[in-house]
Nanobody
Framework: QVQVVESGGGLVQPGGSLRVSCAASGSIGKIMAIRWYRQAPGKEREWVATTTTDNTTNYEDSVKARFIASIDNAKRRLHLQMNNLKPEETAVYFC?????????????WGRGTQVTVSS
């Protein structure tokens, strides 16, 4: 089994920065990709970014140039540096690990970390 835990959420003022992290532990096969999603109150979960193990990341258009993802393969940890945050980005941020093991790819989710952007 693989356990995924997000951390680093909190309260930040508009225009501020915050770094959230996501760690995986357990029996981890080949990591295919790690994705960040967020879900605001009353809205559907939306994709934010996808990082592969060569540290290549694709971002949703609205966060490009403001969010930066970085991966620590050895520690099985992914960080998401979020800059110039906006109130509408208040949400629970989740990460998803897509792991290939035994001929199939499995998705593992954490419980999320709350990010609140407010003055």
């Amino acid at each position: 089994q693989v356990q995924v835990v997000e951390s680093g959420g909190g309260l930040v003022q508009p225009g501020g920065s915050l770094r959230v992290s996501c760690a995986a532990s357990g029996s981890i096969g080949k990591i295919m990709a790690i994705r960040w999603y967020r879900q605001a109150p009353g809205k559907e979960r939306e994709w934010v970014a996808t990082t592969t193990t060569d540290n290549t990341t694709n971002y949703e258009d609205s966060v490009k140039a403001r969010f930066i993802a970085s991966i620590d393969n050895a520690k099985r940890r992914l960080h998401l540096q979020m800059n110039n945050l906006k109130p509408e980005e208040t949400a629970v941020y989740f990460c998803n690990w897509a792991i290939y093991d035994g001929g199939a790819t499995y998705d593992y989710w954490g419980r999320g970390t709350q990010v609140t952007v407010s003055s």
